[in-house]
């Protein structure tokens, strides 16, 4: 079974300052994919950045960079130059690579950007 | 370009009158699911297909029942909604995970469900 750990409900940052999503997760599978998701408050689920298991480097797109420590089992968001519209709802989620397509989900983290 | 479309985007519904949420996707990905939203919460899995072959989450109540009848359709049926039932009803695709990549699952923008 996987589960995911995302320890901040809420947070506000000032805009264009970076900002760090946590995340931290647990599976027993070998072999697996972590992702980001942004959730405006329009309600569809965007998909934003990539990380497999076995990736050596981290996965960058555009402003968005996935910090992703194996060891540790974290795979924190970075947004850089945070934007009025990056304010969204921020899910983390994970997937073995075989078998179950099972999608598991983080509780989210609710960002803000401040003018 | 919507890749995956989701209709209607707010659908109301009568306590017990029966409900069908409709998906349709261009993508051509043999793996389609059906998530429930409640307010801020992470998205519930129902059920997904993997091609034609069912998969039903064991906490998926029989109220909720699904169709795929070709690649590119889905549907969700809710055969007596309650008002525990009120929603946002995600569809979702992907590719089926083969070699290295894990492949994302791209998300249609959801159907809000109101119950009277």
């Known amino acids: 079974a996987q589960k995911i750990t995302q320890t901040q409900p809420g947070m506000f940052v000032q805009e264009k300052e970076a900002v760090t999503l946590d995340c931290t997760y647990d599976t027993s599978d070998p072999s697996y994919g972590l992702f980001w998701y942004k959730q405006p408050s329009s309600g569809e689920m965007i998909f934003l950045i990539y990380?497999?298991?076995?990736?050596?480097q981290n996965a960058t797109e555009g402003r968005y960079s996935l910090n992703f420590q194996k060891a540790r089992k974290s795979a924190n968001l970075v947004i850089s130059a945070s934007q009025l519209g990056d304010s969204a709802m921020y899910f983390c989620?994970?997937?073995?690579?075989?078998?179950?397509?099972?999608?598991?989900f983080g509780t989210g983290t609710r960002l803000t950007i401040i003018p | 370009d919507a890749m995956v479309i989701q209709n209607p985007r707010y659908q109301v519904t009568q306590f017990g009158k029966p409900v069908t949420l409709s998906c349709s996707q261009t993508?051509?990905?043999?793996?389609m699911y059906w998530y429930q939203q409640k307010s801020s919460q992470a998205p519930k899995l129902l059920f997904h297909y993997y091609d034609k072959d069912f998969n039903n989450e064991a906490d998926t109540p029989d109220n909720f029942q699904s169709r795929r009848p070709n690649t590119s359709f889905c549907f969700l049926d809710i055969r007596s909604p309650g008002l525990g039932d009120a929603a946002m009803y995600l569809c979702?695709?992907?590719?089926?995970?083969?070699?290295?990549?894990?492949?994302?699952?791209?998300f249609g923008d959801g159907t809000r469900l109101s119950i009277l």
């Open positions: 989620a994970m997937r073995p690579n075989f078998g179950n397509e099972k999608l598991t």
């Open positions: 990380q497999g298991s076995y990736d050596q």
């Open positions: 993508l051509n990905h043999n793996v």
């Open positions: 979702a695709t992907s590719r089926e995970s083969t070699g290295g990549r894990v492949q994302p699952q791209h």
